[in-house]
């Protein structure tokens, strides 16, 4: 029996991971989570053997439920989905312990590929994100401004940088206008820059948002 927990905020994301996920061979159990508080709860109460995991969800960040998953489980395999760009979160992603990283306009069948990878005991790293990961581990490599900053304000940094507002940001963290605020003002400062404009030409240079989706 393969055990499978999908963690996300949106019903109807669930409902399409679901479906592609129910299409692999043998006897499979799928259960649910809606967010980090849950999703905890049933990582103590039940055996998984794969969580597909959302990094973006209201409270706490899917990296942070991640790190925690780890210290409950260090053997359960985690494989992150997300809206975000890999060059975005991957590197960090992987760092926390994830068992992969994919972004949530993978074709069906990589999302089964990676996951059918994982449980075999190995990490689903793309060429690029393996490159980029050699680039952050070799000797002298310098580290950028952004990777400075905690898990949440890396991604407030790129929720802004894509030109999202305070409060369209607070609603989809679930976080209050003044915290995110606050959190905007931390990044520019941790970054040395004096406007959202200045952080949006960065994080196209870097490469941390798809041009694409502004």
């Not at 949106?10 to 399409?16: C, D, E, S, T, Y």
């Not at 990296?63 to 989905?81: A, D, Q, R």
């Not at 990878?117 to 310098?142: D, P, W």
Request: hydrophobic share 40%; glycine share 6%; net charge negative.
């Amino acid at each position: 029996m393969l055990n499978i927990l999908i963690v996300d905020d949106h019903p109807i994301v669930r409902i399409g991971i679901r479906e592609i996920v129910s299409t692999i061979p043998g006897n499979i159990s799928i259960d649910e989570a809606g967010d980090g508080k849950e999703t905890i709860e049933k990582v103590w109460n039940h055996n998984y053997d794969i969580i597909l995991l959302d990094i973006s969800m209201p409270g706490r960040n899917g990296l942070e439920i991640l790190k925690e998953i780890k210290s409950i489980k260090p053997h359960l395999k985690v494989l992150i989905l997300s809206f975000h760009p890999e060059d975005q979160l991957a590197v960090r992603a992987i760092q926390a312990g994830a068992d992969g990283y994919m972004t949530k306009s993978c074709i069906p069948d990589d999302l089964v590929t990676a996951m059918k990878q994982i449980i075999k005991g190995e990490k689903y790293i793309t060429t690029s994100l393996a490159s980029r990961l050699a680039c952050y581990f070799e000797a002298g490599y310098e580290t950028l401004p952004h990777e400075a900053l905690s898990d949440r304000e890396f991604e407030v940094m790129a929720m802004s940088a894509m030109g999202k507002t305070v409060k369209k940001i607070a609603v989809e963290l679930n976080l209050s206008e003044k915290t995110i605020s606050t959190y905007r003002s931390r990044v520019l400062n941790k970054m040395n820059m004096d406007s959202i404009a200045h952080l949006i030409q960065y994080s196209i240079k870097n490469k941390l948002i798809d041009t694409e989706l502004l």
